[in-house]
């Protein structure tokens, strides 16, 4: 009488249906709460939208070698540029890495394809050329190499105390 179907290791399907069922109704029971209606979908790409029509934009991006800087157009017509030894990503690349230069399509970004290296243009406007952390570092090694009156008297007590103290490695 009664056909059962097997899959492919010999075993009967039916269990293996039965729990992709209950799988279903138990995500679709406690997925509503995660889910997100189309009017929010929709307010927020309007809202993506207002903004980046506000929002300069790129529309071309060149390296001049005799300045040293990576000029950038934006669609205000107005030119920026910086060194790249300032820019993450950057600060250790050749001329001949720096000459192609791609941007996004939203404008918002510059690629340099042979680094594979990124800048984020609202970054770049507000001075920040890298990530925080790298930014951090870049202002550590500045202040370290400064020289004050009141960093070589600490420094000249600090040696005067046997220096700095040793690590102690952690057991």
Not at 44 to 65: C, E, L, V
Not at 68 to 74: A, E, G, N, S, Y
Not at 93 to 114: D, M
Request: aromatic share 4%.
């Amino acid at each position: 009488g009664c056909l059962k179907t097997m899959d492919s290791r010999g075993l009967s399907s039916q269990p293996l249906r039965n729990h992709s069922l209950k799988i279903a109704r138990n995500s679709a029971a406690h997925g509503g709460k995660y889910m997100i209606a189309k009017d929010e979908v929709q307010r927020a790409n309007q809202r993506a939208k207002a903004s980046a029509a506000r929002a300069p934009r790129a529309i071309s991006a060149r390296y001049d070698r005799r300045l040293d800087r990576v000029i950038v157009r934006l669609n205000s017509n107005l030119d920026i540029a910086f060194s790249p030894r300032d820019a993450e990503g950057l600060e250790q690349a050749k001329p001949s890495q720096l000459e192609a230069i791609e941007i996004t399509p939203s404008g918002f970004g510059i690629h340099f394809p042979k680094l594979d290296a990124d800048l984020y243009l609202p970054a770049l406007l507000e001075g920040f050329l890298g990530s925080r952390t790298w930014m951090a570092r870049q202002l550590g090694m500045v202040g370290g190499k400064s020289r004050s009156a009141a960093k070589n008297l600490a420094a000249r007590n600090n040696g005067k105390l046997g220096g700095r103290p040793k690590k102690i490695a952690a057991s």
